[in-house]
């Protein structure tokens, strides 16, 4: 009797999760069952392998969803993180395992003691960020921790970014991930951090001009504004009395400094619709957020608000995306700016087909041992394929796929709802993800924290 996975859902980062279970199939003796709305656009050697069954789901079709969950062993669910919990829910009536590459949500996080009660395996965060960030920090925490040190200082970034060899337009950045998270980042709350010991807060309107510098080996500079909440896992990394604890996004340096001129202009906002944006030129766009003139054009208006000059590199960056054409229409009904601005960005910043995209990850993990203070620093960099394996595709799908493996063997037992940050997690994880070139070089550097002449800051 073939062992049954089902995957719920086929996005962008699937490519490598699906060829690793395939892969596996004969030796682990499984048959994966691929469920999504649209299977058809899968490709011809993953419809037609032997240890695969394809199957079109609505997963808004309670029956027909149930009766898939039913008749497998575990579950992966690649859908967006909203529709995890018709998953889950079903999950813990019929006594499956389920594994997500999303943030734990507060509907998932009430089914934990339902999970430990049934001896459940709810694994999420278990993709790149989050997932590996979490498995290569606790890795080199617990390390620490067992030379009797004490952690003072921790901070993580992360980027989805363009590889060098594609990176050809001036915002050095293309979409390798869903796009609305790139155009909404950052906003519904403010940026909240610790740096020695001090609470630090960035409101959205400033998050953009906050940045900080970092330098990765082979790859040069690249600058990092913080996450929303940088101290959601502070207790579950157990860093409660940390000085430090700082999480960002990296880009390529000047990509901040620009994307702001979109936040001040007001383009990133998403809570309210322009009704007539269907059939509206982008040059038409761009003028609702600037004032009448009887005079002035769309051009030198926008240059007055926000300050550029025409020999500026940021002038070239808009006129870069077409943003004053007149031709090119807007073809979304009652959009949000947000929306408007991500369709217009996305002519100009998909991936080509032969394009390969690039992820940069990036800690700093301070600590006190034999009274001294000491400073590890490591990161890893994962050039993708092309645009279906990319880098984004392989570091997420991968820990999914063999965190689910894992699961089916018993190696991973502990129950509920939770996220890859025990041993027993991690260090098959990370073991297996250095034959497939996803692994973390480590440098000793001096501890400066941020008062290095002890000056309050």
Known sequence: MRRK????????STAYLLDYLLQKAEAENLHITICDLNPEVLPNRIKLHTSCTILKLDIFNDKERSKAIEQTDIVISMLPARFHIKVAVDCIQFTKHL???????????????QAKEKGLVFMNEIGLDPGIDHMSAMQVIDNIRERGGKIILFESFTGGLVAPESDNNLWNYKFTWNPRNVVVAGQGGVAKFIQEGTYKYIPYHKLFRRTEFLDVEG???????ANRDSLKYREAYGLENVLTLYRGTMRRVGFSKAWNMFVQLGMTDDSYTIENSEGMSYREFVNLFLPYSPTNTVELKLRHYLKIDQDDIMWEKLMELHLFDSKRKIELKNATPAQILQRILEDSWTLASTDKDMIVMYHKFGYEINGKKEQIDSNTVVIGEDR????????VGLPVAMATLLILNKKITTPGVQLPIRREVYEPILKQLKNYGIHFKEYQVPYLGYNPDSVAS
């Open 5 to 12: 996975i089902l995957v719920v859902g086929t996005g962008k």
């Open 388 to 395: 279906t394996y990319t880098a984004m595709a392989k570091t």
């Open 219 to 225: 790859y040069g500079k690249f600058e990092v504004y």
């Open 99 to 113: 594994v997500t590459a999303s943030y734990i949500s507060d509907e998932i996080m009430a089914l934990d003691q």
